[in-house]
């Protein structure tokens, strides 16, 4: 490199003897604007690709989060549900509702990664989830003890539809906070 300077500044008179043609100067600007608007494009989409990985960090975070502390409370479901048996109607409704809560739960879980409101929506809604787990566990101990008692079978239904319906009215409000 420094021989290409030490030449240059030797023979700047050969260098410097001619002006540029007219247009050249035109020609030299349009090639700066094309080259700042590209240079502001990448920089954008850069940042939007830094945007969407953080995105989906925290996106794969509350998943796992959510798997880890949802997987604790249907282990205990399901150990107080495998010594009682229920009737098929029974175990339909409360299947279908497990379903539906689980569904609910994995979207506010995907809506809470847009905020810190969300977010603490997310956290009452598993605190509920737990409250209603215990209700479950209790009155399938109740059933267990009392298998002929309609009540408890309506309460366990009513408690699996409970738990829908905050679900639901949460993802109603995440969403309305959204907009």
């Known amino acids: 490199m420094k021989e290409l300077e030490k030449?240059?500044?030797e023979n700047a008179a050969v260098f410097n003897d001619e002006e540029p043609p007219g247009d050249h100067f035109?020609?030299?600007?349009r090639r700066l604007e094309k080259r700042d608007s590209r240079g502001f494009s990448f920089?954008?989409?850069q940042m939007f690709i830094r945007i969407a990985a953080t995105i989906l960090i925290f996106l794969?975070?509350?998943i796992f989060i959510f798997d880890y502390s949802f997987h604790g409370v249907k282990n205990i479901f399901g150990r107080e549900s495998a010594t009682v048996v229920f009737p098929q109607d029974v175990r339909d409704a409360i299947q279908y509702y497990s379903m539906q809560?689980?569904?609910g739960i994995t979207k506010i879980h995907q809506l809470a990664a847009s905020g810190e409101e969300a977010n603490r929506?997310?956290?009452l809604v598993m605190n509920e989830m737990k409250i209603l787990?215990?209700?479950t566990a209790e009155l399938t101990r109740s059933y267990h003890l009392n298998p002929n008692d309609e009540r408890i079978t309506t309460a366990l239904i009513r408690n699996q539809q409970m738990k829908e319906t905050i679900v639901e009215s949460m993802i109603k409000k995440i969403e309305k906070q959204g907009k």
């Open 101 to 103: 809560v689980s569904g």
């Open 7 to 9: 030449f240059i500044r």
């Open 121 to 123: 929506l997310s956290a």
């Open 133 to 135: 787990d215990k209700n």
């Open 43 to 45: 920089l954008t989409s």
């Open 60 to 62: 794969t975070m509350s």
């Open 26 to 29: 035109e020609r030299f600007q």
